[in-house]
């Protein structure tokens, strides 16, 4: 093999540039050629197929840094029309002019269903991200429990479905995707920010984490100490909650409280997707779950709670909300992720070159061994009508009466983020944050380097 190509599909994650270099190293040692396909999708889908060499003479170009969030090629939402079959046969035939010979996508579920349709005229390969750690099974079952029922409910993963009480974590399938760790490290200090104001102040703090239909970066939240956490994949008991926001009300004066975006009602409505919007990738966009739990909950308390306790307080001004937001997805890569991003982008680039097509990379954990990296083929993770659907949280891992992760889940917690973070992450921080020399020059953006790089096809 002497060229492939590789494109990050999908949302960014912090972690991107970090698999690229592991896959632009592993080529350099195996002396490929390694492409890389500018904006994702939207760019093997342009006839002039915009490129850039990543390792002329086999050296990776000075701008592929790991430790730099986002991705330096670009990324973008637009997926392959596998009804296209005409499009299709040009995107293969752009590549083979190109003389590529397989094609590593760094993504999430959506390029993976990007990805099969490219994979029946193409060897693909993935390398996976997601801040949401959404791509993976439980259990390597999973999909084959899921019933037409089930289906119809597009969107939602198989997590909320007591299907299995128990789950050993050395049976989960890609056990944490690059991405996650960084998204839970960003998170877990907004909650713990938010927490001495909400304190002073004496209010009731709604925090929205990102996570889509999954509620582990919502789970991770825990080393922030909220004191209660809700989950899409565990619908909203109302009653409960008051009850428990009240008891904490009355204890410590002020509660803080996160919620994961795609959290849903006890009929399944989505608190955060009233006004339902799709982007490109049909994925919903989720917006304002915390906005409408504050409304709910003050509706459940009205004023008459808060200005009984302190005068001139209303529900309103007691209760806020916070997201996050896209400061889960951006910025540096801790340690976890850079690490493991960098060794799934080299082991993309083996199954390529071993001559696998429509597989993935995944990491696998074991409580012996620890983290090791492992192979899928990607059909594995379809239920029997071809779908993918994102993982959830276990209901093992969740305690739903104490709003908190369960014994397992704090395991499974620990085995990802104890040493998540490097002594370098912090130095990194330290040395440059205030650093005097940002005062005296503007960002340099990492595109514009790369514009000058950026091939077309003839
Ligand atoms: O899938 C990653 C993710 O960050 C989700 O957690 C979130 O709902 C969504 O993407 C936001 O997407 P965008 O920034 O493209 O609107």
Known sequence: MRRIAILTAGGDTPALNATIFGAVERANQLKIEIVGIVRGFAGILEPQLPHVRLNPLFTSIPELDPCMGGTLLGASRTYIDPDQTAVIADV????????????????GDGTLNGMQPLSDLFPCVLAPKTIDNDLGLNYIDEPNEITEDEI????KGFGGRVSRESIELEEIINYATPGYATAVFVVVQGVE?????????????????????????????AYGQPDIILIPEVPL??????????????????????????????????LGAITRSYDPAGNIIFNGAAEELKRLLCVRFGDQFFSSRRKNESADSAIFTRKVGHTQRGGFPIKFDRYHAAQ???????????????????LQYSRESGFTLGS?????????????????????????????????????????????????????????????GKLATRFQSVCIDMNRRIELLK
């Open 344 to 362: 799934l982008g080299g082991k993309a680039v083996d199954l390529i070159v071993e001559g696998r097509n429509n597989a993935m990379a995944t």
């Open 237 to 270: 008991d109302m009653e409960r909650l008051e009850q428990r926001v009240a008891e904490l009300y009355e204890l410590q004066k002020h509660v803080v409280i996160v919620v994961g975006e795609g959290v849903c009602d006890q009929s399944g409505r989505q």
């Open 92 to 107: 293969k035939s752009r590549l083979q002019r190109l003389q590529i010979e397989g094609l590593v996508c760094v993504g």
């Open 152 to 155: 119809s409910q597009s969107g």
């Open 193 to 221: 920010r938010i927490r001495t104001t909400a304190e002073s102040h004496r209010r009731i703090a709604i925090i929205e984490v990102m996570g889509r239909d999954s509620g582990f970066i919502a789970l991770g939240s």
């Open 376 to 436: 899928l083929a990607a059909n594995k993770l379809r239920d029997r009508f071809g779908k993918i659907h994102p993982r959830q949280v276990h209901s093992s891992f969740y305690e739903k009466l104490r709003f908190q992760p369960s014994r397992l889940g704090k395991e499974y917690l620990r085995s990802v983020l104890t040493n998540a973070l490097g002594s370098e992450d912090v130095e990194q921080m330290r040395a440059t944050m205030f650093n005097p």
